[in-house]
């Protein structure tokens, strides 16, 4: 029989590992471990999804793309989603995705047009979008978390080969790569290296660091450069093909990649990952594999989309890489539910210009079954050049000491316990510093508080000098008591009091989501506040209430009804402390519930993102492309291929007028 208990811990776990690498990887530039590694953890995640679906949170990373947006630039909302690719490994995945392809044109349209694909170099940078009115540009958005990104277009016009004005005087989004040759790289830090700054890892890294530079002149004598890789609703423009869209983003003057090529069946692309693969070497900027995608736009539009990425297009990664090094130590950390995980640290080695000196064992299962031990040279394998997993073990080493986790926490020194629902050692004791700590890391999380500022170590710092014995203690804080800590200056002190005074602000389902209820998530702490007036409803919902929310199960009832008994006095404490926990409402009605509308073509009064707004606003689903299961089309001018298949389908076609006059009469 299956243990339920041990594969929520899993998928808890593993989603757990995403974020953390999500934040490492898209916004501190400085990602911990490979993109196959990071992969797996997705792909694991996904199977979860579909093989145990009530055991994953709706609310889980495979929703989200990218990561956090900083706060040191303005935040923008991208017109359409810049979602991320899929990525595969393997010459059989690429022709998985292929039949994939042929098999749903077969079930949407009955029959199999003719597939062609355009092949492109997948150059390691950093995406950003850019925004062109009547010929002239006027904001450049990076990727962000896939919805919401950072607006740098004063950055982006000190990149040289990005046009300012082109010939186009409609409306023109094109998307592309922010990237840094590896000469300049090298330029740079030999640069920093005179100034005994620490040099930049990788041409990524270095590009994503430059762009987010607060002043224009640092990012000018960098010498960043940028490929266009998508014109976004290409149909507009009259194009049929991806192929044709690229050639006359060219012709405006874009910089497209030459090395772009037009493969007519799937078979003629293993010869070119050979021939691009020896080639890589000899190219002025880093590759990490290329990118498949269908050249027909129309065939792209009934293929559409996830949440996450397009299913018009793949990124086949290079093979993995295996460099040797050596386990010296195994330290040995606590999070926040008490759960110890094992971390080897390596003598230090280069992975494609990062120096790798440690990386997650998971668990003792994990090492036990590759035989780990201290002293052992190990495989550890590469992917996308950023750090990796162990692989296995190369070479026992004479004086092999097993790796055993220990029997008391590290921390504490409380003894660990194994429960029989969970693959982890546990350390039991609430009051463990270790456990203070990952709470409060918690609570300062983007999705929680999101408190700019509150990182390792002035968590360790609030931690070991005892000014806090429970997470939102940091809000009875004093300035003085601030002010104690080392290497935290006025500005850094104002700068986090700021913060701390800007949660009082945040809706109380953000307020829920940082206590860190267990299995209580993003979404469901949304699901709870929908069905209250006040905060203080929340300590009135009994077991059946909880029940009766669709999205919530008899186990989390059971959860939140024990933990809100004993939460209640902080969240009196938090409202006596200036907390206004007020409920938003993520919808003014269910008008449109369980409809789903496509927009398409540009309308007479409202934009496209209006449009879609209301449509949000009152319950409907908004999606990319149409298909059989689309209720409404609302089309205006130049609609492209949408409104072509909605014809073929029998969909509804609304103009804007109809579309005002169905919420009326809905509303009615």
Not at 53 to 75: M, Q, R, T, W, Y
Not at 83 to 100: E, G, K, P, Q, W
Not at 357 to 379: C, M, P, R, Y
Not at 619 to 634: M, P, Q
Request: charged share 25%.
């Amino acid at each position: 029989m299956i243990n339920e208990k041990k594969l929520k811990k899993r998928v808890e776990d593993v989603i757990d590992q995403i974020q953390i690498h999500n934040k490492h990887y898209y916004v501190k530039d400085t990602p911990v471990i490979s993109d196959f590694e990071y992969d797996a953890l997705v792909k694991e995640l996904e199977y979860f999804s579909q093989t145990y679906p009530h055991l994953v949170p709706a609310d889980n990373p495979l929703k989200k793309v990218g990561g956090e947006v900083s706060i040191a630039f303005s935040k923008v909302k991208h017109r359409l989603p810049m979602t991320s690719l899929s990525n595969v490994y393997s010459i059989d995945a690429c022709f998985d995705f292929d039949r994939r392809n042929r098999s749903l044109l077969q079930k949407e349209l009955g029959r199999v047009d003719a597939i062609s694909y355009v092949a492109e170099l997948k150059i390691d940078g950093l995406a950003i979008n850019l925004h062109y009115e009547k010929g002239l540009l006027v904001s450049a958005v990076t990727r962000g978390d896939g919805v919401t990104g950072e607006e740098v277009t004063q950055n982006i016009c000190q990149i040289s080969n990005i046009p300012r004005s082109i010939s186009c005087l409609k409306s023109l989004d094109v998307r592309g790569e922010i990237y840094m040759e590896k000469s300049k790289l090298e330029s740079i830090n030999r640069e920093r290296n005179l100034r005994s700054e620490p040099p930049f890892a990788n041409p990524r890294n270095a590009a994503a660091g430059t762009l987010r530079q607060l002043d224009p002149s640092v990012v000018a004598s960098r010498g960043l450069k940028f490929f266009l890789y998508l014109v976004v609703d290409a149909e507009i423009f009259g194009h049929v093909t991806h192929a044709e869209a690229l050639s006359w983003a060219e012709e405006l003057g874009f910089p497209v990649n030459s090395s772009r090529q037009i493969l007519t069946d799937i078979t003629q692309f293993p010869e070119l990952i050979q021939s691009l693969t020896i080639q890589r070497e000899e190219l002025s900027f880093d590759i990490d594999g290329i990118v498949l995608k269908v050249n027909e736009l129309a065939i792209q539009d009934v293929l559409g989309a996830t949440a996450k990425s397009p299913r018009w297009a793949i990124a086949y990664k290079f093979t993995a890489e295996e460099v040797k090094t050596i386990i010296r130590e195994v330290l040995f950390q606590v999070g926040r539910s008490g759960v110890i995980t094992p971390v080897a640290l390596f003598e230090p080695v280069e992975v494609s210009g990062v120096m790798v000196s440690k990386a997650t064992l998971h668990n003792q299962d994990f090492i036990d079954q590759k035989g780990l031990g201290l002293g052992d040279e190990v495989l550890i394998k590469r992917a996308g050049d950023v750090i990796p997993e162990v692989v296995m073990v190369a070479h026992r080493a004479p004086d092999h000491l097993p790796i055993v986790t220990p029997s008391h926490c590290p921390i504490c020194l409380t003894p660990l316990i194994q429960d029989e629902t969970q693959v982890a050692i546990i350390c039991p004791n609430v009051t463990c510093s270790g456990r203070l700590k990952a709470s409060l890391f918690h609570l300062g999380s983007r999705y929680a508080l999101n408190i700019e500022g509150l990182g390792e170590k002035l968590v360790d710092q609030l931690v070991d000098q005892k000014l806090v014995q429970d997470p939102w203690d940091i809000f009875s804080l004093s300035t003085e008591q601030w002010g104690s800590l080392d290497r935290l200056g006025e500005k850094s002190i104002s700068s986090i009091v700021l913060e701390l005074s800007n949660c009082r602000q945040l809706p109380l389902e953000r307020i829920i989501y940082a206590m860190g209820i267990k299995l209580v998530g993003e979404k469901t702490a949304q699901l709870i506040v929908q069905q209250l007036e006040e905060w203080q409803d929340l300590f009135l919902m009994s077991k059946e209430a909880f029940e009766a929310i669709n999205g919530i199960g008899a186990k989390t009832a059971d959860i939140l009804v024990d933990a809100l008994l004993l939460l209640k006095p902080k969240f009196e404490f938090l409202h006596s402390i200036g907390f206004r926990m007020k409920i938003e409402r993520h919808q003014l009605s269910g008008l449109f519930l369980g409809k789903r509308f496509v927009v398409t073509g540009t309308l007479p009064s409202y934009t496209r993102k209006a449009i879609e707004k209301l449509i949000s606003d009152h319950g409907g689903e908004v999606r990319a492309t149409v298909s059989k299961s689309t209720d409404y089309v609302v089309a205006g001018d130049s609609p492209g291929s949408n409104k072509e298949k909605a014809i073929l389908l029998g969909v509804p076609i609304l103009n804007e007028d109809t579309f005002l006059d169905l919420l009326k009469e809905t509303k009615l």
